[in-house]
Structures are given as C-alpha cells and as structure tokens.
C-alpha cells in the first residue's frame, strides 16, 4: 500500500515539474513594427531603425539590398528587434 502510494506521488510529480517549467517561460518581448521608417523613428528616435523581414526573423540595415525589400516585414527599432531574437541578416 505505502509503495503505490509512493509510487504515484512520484508520478504525479513528474507529470507536474514539466507543465510548472513551461507555465513560468516568458513571452517572447513585443517588437513594434511600422510600414515607414518616420513611424519607427517616432517609436524610438534614438535607436537605429531596420527592416524587419517577419517570414525569415531576420533584419536588415539601411545600407542593405534587402532593406524594405520583403513581402513581410516592416520597420523597426533595432534595441527591440534584436530582444526580440530576431538575426541579423546578410549585407
């Protein structure tokens, strides 16, 4: 008797410490995106502004061909994208 009770206590248990793990994860941070460089540079006019490309979470500098260049995307400030796990991408 004392054993099962044991038993599935510790099931129990294990089946507790995986859901306790998960429900204490953060949210990913909140990246505001704009469909213009002014709107970011008003979100954060000290930042560097990028572009955001949504489909591939990588970003781009203005000095990049793919800067703007992307279907899904928009502009914003690099501080908060990088938070944001977004990469950089390629030049």
Do not use: Q
């Not at 009770?5 to 994860?25: D, R, S």
């Not at 502004?49 to 914003?76: C, D, E, P, Q």
């Amino acid at each position: 008797m004392r054993t099962l009770m044991i038993t599935t206590l510790i099931l129990c248990l294990g089946m507790a410490l995986p859901v306790a793990a998960a429900a204490k994860k953060a949210p990913p941070p909140t990246v505001y995106l704009s469909n213009s460089e002014d709107g970011a540079r008003i979100h954060c006019p000290l930042d560097k502004i990028v572009w955001l490309n949504t489909g591939t979470h990588k970003y781009y500098f203005r000095s990049s061909k793919h800067y703007a260049n992307s279907a899904h995307g928009g502009f914003g400030c690099l501080a908060e994208v990088k938070a944001a796990g977004n990469k950089r991408g390629d030049s």
